[in-house]
């Protein structure tokens, strides 16, 4: 059960960077997932940890152990595709006892006939036998271990793909977006059987993906990356709670944070040249940093969507704005808006605008196109990044 270090680990394919000087250290038994957009180097990274594709410069370990030259089978890894990669023609019995039959591989098996009866030997020994109903019982396979591929659901495809990967015990296990060939209802499911596949064998994962809520909902650290980049790494609720920068800010939420562009004015700060109400603290601190300008983030769920305020609060923060989209969601209903009186003629067709903001409100909310609205929030919601760099601004 091996820890991961990653020792300034770089990646080119000639003059093109995909990885960039990578360093970080994983412990054993976590639930590492590597997230990030297509092409940010996040497959290419776990194809380096199996050994499939070599590193350009730096040191990859396994433990103590530097396993740069190692081949993909002396690592003792298991590979789960996002393709299944079952073999058609066998069975799914067949299909998880391949590892193991081609541990026990000779050169002679090729011999025409010979192959196929040592196969056959293989498969009634009695801890091949074992291992692969002890691991069919594990996924729940065992009713289904004569049949052949063809004949099973995709999740049941995907089961018998990680049992096939896990029947050889690895020290660690690798994921390239397992699930994405799934609908919505199994995706839920099999990011439950794994999880608790993980709490189960309590081995080292590296679990690859582009979408955030198996990352959110399985991993116990979250690399992201951009660019063949490490934007943050850190457990979900801290890359939630505290985004390093604005592309981790934006990537993690649905609705993503919403990024105002703020200025000082005389009285505090405006979002979008909307004034913002009881502003003065924010506008302090960009003060005490030389800033004439910041990129203001606010998560959706935190901002009330007031049309005709009842109360005045004299600590909340709020600017005026206008509804432009209105989602239900059963449990919630999402309100798109823009910062500012509604114009005399609301163009319903610009919602899909950039300057299109949103909130996240609970339960069945009703509000009218073009309505104008007072948004509302709390000083203590506001995350602050640096106008040109993105970087996090700590208050």
């Given amino acids: 059960m091996p820890s991961l270090t990653f020792d300034n680990v770089t990646k080119s394919f000639g003059k093109f960077t995909v990885i960039n000087d990578f360093s970080a250290e994983i412990d054993e038994n976590e639930f590492l997932v590597l997230l990030g957009p297509s092409g940010c180097g996040k497959s290419t990274m776990l194809r380096m940890v199996a050994g499939l594709t070599e590193i350009s410069s730096g040191e990859l370990k396994f ?19 996002q393709s299944y990669a079952l073999y058609p ?59 052949r591929p063809k004949a099973l659901s995709g999740g049941q495809r995907q089961r018998v793909a990680v049992a096939r990967s896990i029947v050889r015990e690895p020290s660690i296990y690798l ?30 994962f590296v679990y690859v993906t582009h979408d955030q809520v198996e990352a959110m909902t399985m991993g116990t650290r979250i690399a992201v990356m951009n660019g063949g980049v490490i934007q943050q790494l850190g457990t979900p609720r801290d890359i939630y709670e505290t985004p390093a920068n604005v592309f981790v800010a934006r990537f993690i939420g649905s609705p993503p944070m919403n990024i105002f562009a703020a200025t000082l004015t005389d009285d505090g700060l405006s979002v979008d040249g909307v004034p913002v109400t009881n502003s003065h603290h924010i506008a302090h601190v960009l003060r005490s940093r030389d800033l004439q300008g910041v990129s203001v983030g606010i998560r959706a769920e935190k901002f009330s969507v007031l049309t005709s305020p009842v109360f ?51 339960g069945e909310q009703h509000y009218e196109i073009g309505a104008n609205c007072q948004v509302r929030f709390k000083d203590s919601d506001i995350h602050l990044f640096h106008p040109e760099t993105g970087e996090r601004i700590e208050r």
């Fill in 63 to 81: 433990g103590d152990e530097v396993v740069n030259d190692l081949t993909p089978k002396q690592r003792g890894i298991a590979f789960v595709f």
């Fill in 89 to 147: 023609h066998m069975s799914v019995r067949s299909n998880i006892a391949f590892p193991l039959l081609m541990d026990n591989f000779r050169w002679w098996h090729h011999i025409p006939f010979v192959g196929g009866a040592v196969r056959r030997q293989l498969m009634k020994r009695s801890d091949i036998k074992d291992k692969v109903e002890r691991t069919a019982e594990m996924l729940e396979l065992t009713d289904y271990l004569d049949r």
């Fill in 175 to 204: 994921f390239d977006e397992p699930l994405s060939n799934l609908d919505a209802k199994l995706r839920m499911q099999m990011r439950a059987e794994i999880s608790a596949l993980h709490a189960r064998v309590k081995k080292t």
């Fill in 312 to 362: 005045t609060d004299p600590d909340a923060l709020s600017f005026a704005a206008h509804t432009m989209l209105l989602e239900h969601l059963g449990a919630e209903t999402v309100v798109g808006f823009k910062a500012g009186q509604a114009p005399e003629r609301v163009d319903v067709g610009a919602a899909a605008s950039h300057q299109l903001h949103y909130a996240r409100i609970p």
